[in-house]
Every structure is written in C-alpha cells, then in structure tokens.
C-alpha cells in the first residue's frame, strides 16, 4: 500500500511505525473472510482491510478521527484472527493499538461513553475495587431493568456467586516438591483472581508438583491490558513498569507464568510497547522473553502420559490470544491428550467468542451474537466439558451454554493429583 506522509510527520516514530507496516498490506483482502465483524456485518469498512484504510487516512491527514472512524475501530476485538490469516505479514495489532491511542488522546467521547470507559479502567484492574463492585453488582440484579444499558450488561455479566481473595494471591514463595527444577514467577493477574481463583491455585498446585519453586512477587499486578486496548498508553505503560521492577526484584527466575492468555499476549509484547523509553526498553524485552503461556512451561516438565482419567470429551476453545496473540496452537490440546482426556474440535475454531478483554461491555450486541455462535459449534461437539486458558473467554462462554467451562490448568491439575474443578463437582 503506498502511502503519503509528509517528511515532517516521518519524523515522528509512531508514524514511522505505521507507515511500515500499512506499507506490507498488498490489498488482497484474504484477511476479510477470517475477520469476525465482517463475518457477521459484511461491511468492509468492519473488515481489517477497512479499518486498516480508514487508519492510514487518519494519520495521514492528522485530523481528529472522524465518528466513522472511531466506530469501525472501536468494533473491533484485536482477536488478530488477520494477523494470522494474511499473507503478507501485516502487523495489525500494533497498527490498531497506534489508531486506539490516537483517538483516545484527539476525540471527546460523549459524557457517559467517556465515564463508562473511565470506571472499567479503574476498577477492574484493581482487585479489590472489582470485587467490591461484584457486591454492589449483585445486590442491585433485581434493580437492573431500571439502569442504562452499559450498566445493565455488566450486571448480567456479573458471577451468581463472589469468592473471597484467595491465599495464593498473597506475595510469597512456594517450595517445589522434590527437587528444584526450575524457578517460576506466577502473574496471578487482576480480574481473574476474583472471578475464579481457583485458576492459580491449581496453577501453583501442578507447577510445585512438577519441580517448580513459584514466586508470587511482590508489586506485581494487573498487566495492562485492559487500558492498552483502550488507548490509554500511560496507564498501561505504567502498570508494565510496575510489573517489570516486581519481577527484578524477585532474582533468577526461568520463567514468568500466565495462566490468561489475554494478559500472556500483552507481557510478550511489553518490549514492544516501552521501545521508545530508554530506561525501559531492555528490561521490559528481557521481561517478555521470560514470559510464558502455563501450558507452554509444562510441556518442558514430565507430566505423566495416559492417566486413567474421567473418561472425559473435551471441546477446547482456543483464545484468540492464545492460538492468533501467541500462535500457542498445540501444547494445550497435547497436554490434555496426553494426560489422558479425548479432545474434539469445534467448528470455525479461528473465530472470536466476542469476549475480547471489555468488548462484551463496550459492544455488547456484537458481543452476543458472537458469544451465542461460539458456544452453538462447542456444545455441537458432542463434548462433556468446555477447555479454555482465558478468564474471559470462560465467562462469555458460560454465559450462553450449559456445559461447564474449565480452565485447561484445572483439567491438568485434576488429572495429575489435584481437586476435582469446582464446575464438574
Ligand atoms: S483484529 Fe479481529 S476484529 Fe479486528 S480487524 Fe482483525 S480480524 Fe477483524
Ligand atoms: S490479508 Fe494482509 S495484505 Fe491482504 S488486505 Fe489483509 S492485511 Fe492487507
């Protein structure tokens, strides 16, 4: 694609950055058909081709983005199911990242849209805050008719039931059993230590049981994601540095374990985002060439082969984060395998679920309808049990089936000694 920035905007880096990558987009359009809005809209400007047009006359006219333009980009998940299908190497993730921070900084979002956007930054990074709003969430269900939609959506989202925090979330070590294999920092993360905490704890269980001492370090917290889809670059470069100086200072460590594969994508990708930063654009790389999807770390450890299991059929969803965000396509599926359950797959297994970090608030029609296709090809599998290694994705799922929806390291931890997960008790 050619482009046409003057030599003054060259100048600017983040210009620079995109003119490369809309300068490897060859038009083909083979991206259209795998992009789940265009799946649904058929509307090219809701396609990666579109939007990725709609981008580029953005920054080369360096205007305040248009209405359109915020709304074609704002439908969009960032499932990257594009980056995976093209050909020529578009790197649209970071393409749309620049266009989000764009518009987050140069449009007035009207009021409510602003401050809805402004209260999912603050509190679901913040466990505690996300809790506490859980509560509040389920005291006022019977109320939701009477609230604006955006509202009325979360509450429907809201879990039947709230845990409390969960010891293992807490700064400390855990000591392998046997000998010492390896020494992992586990990223026990925001929103998913409330809404199922048993993800780390049957994540600390398998890795201590495997030979890994665990470090929950301390400062460590939210990865940033969640600001960084929305375009605002200082708090998610903020939590990235908050995180970066916890795992220093935690000492040698092998690896750095994520057991959500959204916040796995974002800590790969923290060399990429503090580049620019001179103080930080080593050590947030080392940080991200430490960091590990759970099922990537146990493929190195010997877990058993053939277990005797539940006799269970499997349909395992992949994260878009997981199979199109780290191109981690196999090892959940070979480990379930191995340790003895049978595994199907669904129909259009590329495709998003719509749960996309806070796109099931932000977009919720969309959201629905993507979450309602999803969970129609898992349950036409025939399958007991739904896998997935992403909160997010769990949630949206379990919102429009019946078939109980477990975290893979759940499956992997029953399976290798661990508690049978609460949702097949
Ligand atoms: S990231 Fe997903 S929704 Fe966005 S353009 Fe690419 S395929 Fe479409
Ligand atoms: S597949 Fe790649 S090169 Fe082709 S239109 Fe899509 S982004 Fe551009």
Redesign the pocket.
């Known amino acids: 694609m050619q482009t046409q920035f003057s030599p003054k905007q060259l100048e600017d880096p983040v210009i620079r950055e995109a003119d490369d990558i809309l300068r490897h987009c060859v038009h083909c359009g083979f ?1 259209t058909a ?5 799946v649904l809209l058929g509307d090219e400007l809701d ?2 081709r579109g ?1 990725i047009y709609l981008i580029k006359d953005m920054l080369e006219n360096d205007t305040t983005p248009s209405p359109d333009v915020v709304k074609h980009v704002d439908r ?7 980056t995976t299908t093209c050909p020529s190497g578009v790197d ?1 993730m970071h393409l ?1 990242d620049l266009a989000r921070q764009r518009i987050e900084t140069r449009v007035k979002r009207p009021l409510g849209d602003k401050l809805f956007r402004a209260l999912l930054a603050f509190v679901i990074p913040n466990p505690a805050l996300f809790r506490l709003a859980l509560v509040g969430a389920w005291f006022a269900k019977p109320f939701q008719a009477l609230l604006p939609g955006p509202l009325r959506k979360m509450l429907a989202l809201a879990p039947p039931s709230i845990h409390g925090p969960s010891p293992v979330d807490s700064p400390q070590t855990f000591r392998a059993e046997g000998a010492t294999h390896k020494r992992v920092a586990l990223m026990t993360g925001c929103a998913q230590q409330v809404l199922a905490p048993t993800i780390n704890e049957a994540t600390i269980r398998i890795l201590t049981r495997y030979g890994c001492e665990v470090i929950v370090a301390n400062g460590a917290g939210c990865c940033g994601a969640l600001e960084h889809h929305m375009g605002k670059a200082e708090g998610s470069h903020a939590a990235a540095k908050r995180n970066i100086s916890a795992w220093e200072q935690a000492g040698d460590l092998d690896a750095i374990v994520i057991n959500a594969s959204g916040c796995g994508t974002t800590l790969k990708d923290y060399g990429h985002m503090l580049k620019d930063d001179p103080a930080w654009s080593h050590r947030a790389a080392r940080i991200s060439s430490l960091s590990k999807d759970i099922t990537e770390v146990l493929s190195d450890l010997d877990l058993p082969i053939n277990l005797e299991t539940q006799n269970l059929k499997i349909a395992y969803h992949s994260a878009c984060s997981m199979q199109h965000g780290q191109k981690i396509i196999r090892q959940p599926k070979d480990l379930l395998t191995q340790v003895g359950f049978t595994i199907v797959d669904p129909a259009e297994g590329h495709l ?1 679920c719509g749960s996309a970090g806070t796109y099931n608030l932000t977009q919720p029609a969309l959201a629905e309808q993507l979450g309602r296709r999803k969970t129609a090809h898992l349950t036409n599998t025939g399958a007991d049990v739904i896998a997935a290694g992403n909160i997010g994705c769990q949630m949206q799922i379990g919102m429009y089936g019946q078939l109980p929806v477990v975290h893979t390291v759940e499956l992997l931890d029953w399976a290798t000694g661990g508690p049978k997960p609460e949702q097949l008790a």
């Open positions: 991206c795998t992009c789940p809005t265009y396609s990666p939007r969009c998940l960032s499932c990257l199911s594009c649209y749309v998003c």
